[in-house]
Structures are given as C-alpha cells and as structure tokens.
C-alpha cells in the first residue's frame, strides 16, 4: 500500500487549502485514515481522523476549522483546511491503516509529507 499526497502550499493567514491523499497498491480494505502534521522542532500530531463509516475526530486546534472526509471507492482521504493561522505551518502527512489481502493483519501506512506554509 502506497500513499501519495497532494495539495500544500503558502497560504495567507485566513485562507483555505484542500489536501488530499491516495492509497494505491494491493488493498483489500483500509479502516482508519488520518492526517498528522509535524511543525519544526515539534512532534508529530494527529490532527483527524475518519473511519471506514465516516466517524471523525479531531485535535481541539483544528476543531471547526479543518474538515476531513474520505472517498472509499478511491482509497482518498481528503483535509479541508479554512481559516489557516501561522500556527498551522507544519508539514502534513497522511496515515492509513489498511489490509493488503484479507489474509494479513492491518497495517500502518504513511505518506511522503505535504508542506503547508502559512504567512503573509
């Protein structure tokens, strides 16, 4: 299972960006799908999540800001970003926990990182 994300970039304070993430590969079923994000000198932090039946959850930084949703026929995580702070500068990064085949165990999968940059 590989997962790519797309869709950082500057921003300025109070604008919008949409992320998005896709798992590719040998899938036979993901469940959870997440986003973290690591700011410099920072751990790494989870900022939401989904499940396979839609429940969400999220950080109290992101709360009624970000949305996270997921398309399951395209193995797609998606973050909507609003109202972005330069607090929110960090790179982000998706995670997903999926079976390969319905004979294997559930798996941590994580992608490459997407820079978000929020400044005026």
């Known amino acids: 299972v590989q997962l790519q994300a797309s869709g950082g970039g500057l921003v300025q304070p109070g604008g919008s960006l949409r992320l998005s993430c896709a798992a590719s590969?040998?899938?036979?079923?993901?469940?959870?799908m997440g986003w973290y994000r690591q700011a410099p000198g920072k751990q790494r932090e989870l900022i939401a999540r989904?499940?396979?039946?839609?429940?969400?959850n999220y950080a109290d930084s992101v709360k009624g800001r970000f949305t996270i949703s997921r398309d399951n026929a395209k193995n797609t995580v998606y973050l909507q970003m609003n109202s972005l702070k330069p607090e929110d500068t960090a790179v982000y990064y998706c995670?997903?926990?999926?079976?390969?085949?319905?004979?294997?165990?559930?798996?941590?999968?994580w992608g490459q990182g997407t820079q978000v940059t929020v400044s005026s």
């Open positions: 995670k997903c926990n999926a079976q390969s085949r319905w004979s294997v165990p559930s798996s941590e999968y």
């Open positions: 590969g040998t899938i036979f079923y993901i469940s959870t």
């Open positions: 989904i499940s396979s039946g839609g429940s969400t």
